[in-house]
Nanobody
Framework: QVQLVESGGELVQAGGSLRLSCAASGPIGSYPMGWFRQAPGKEREFVAA???????????SYADSVKGRFTISRDNAKNTVYLQMNSLKPEDTAVYYCNRLLTWGQTTSTIDYWGQGTQVTVSS
């Protein structure tokens, strides 16, 4: 288990941008990393994931609702994952979380305890 600390969320107007960070307390290694979000009264949902291997390089996956607007990236040397969010919409308002994934493609295969998350609020 590693501890995950999300940051970067704030209040932003629709159409604006934010960059979220997820810092891990230890090496994230070759595990896929995912971003998730939970809006008030809703279930937590998958947003984006990234995996990296020396042989295949980076591979990313996005929920349809954020495709083309959000970009996930990782810096293994800093044990940090980022989520660049552009063209934000009010429906992106949620608490955003990150987690390691046991299996690429299985967004429910989270490994670590959930952190506090970071609040993103998009005003119309």
């Amino acid at each position: 288990q590693v501890q995950l600390v999300e940051s970067g969320g704030e209040l932003v107007q629709a159409g604006g941008s934010l960059r979220l960070s997820c810092a891990a307390s230890g090496p994230i290694g070759s595990y896929p990393m995912g971003w998730f979000r939970q809006a008030p009264g809703k279930e937590r949902e998958f947003v984006a994931a990234i995996r990296w291997t020396a042989w295949t390089g980076s591979r990313t996956s996005y929920a349809d609702s954020v495709k083309g607007r959000f970009t996930i990236s990782r810096d293994n040397a800093k044990n940090t994952v980022y989520l660049q969010m552009n063209s934000l919409k009010p429906e992106d308002t949620a608490v955003y979380y990150c987690n390691r994934l046991l299996t690429w493609g299985q967004t429910t295969s989270t490994i670590d305890y959930w952190g506090q998350g970071t609040q993103v609020t998009v005003s119309s």
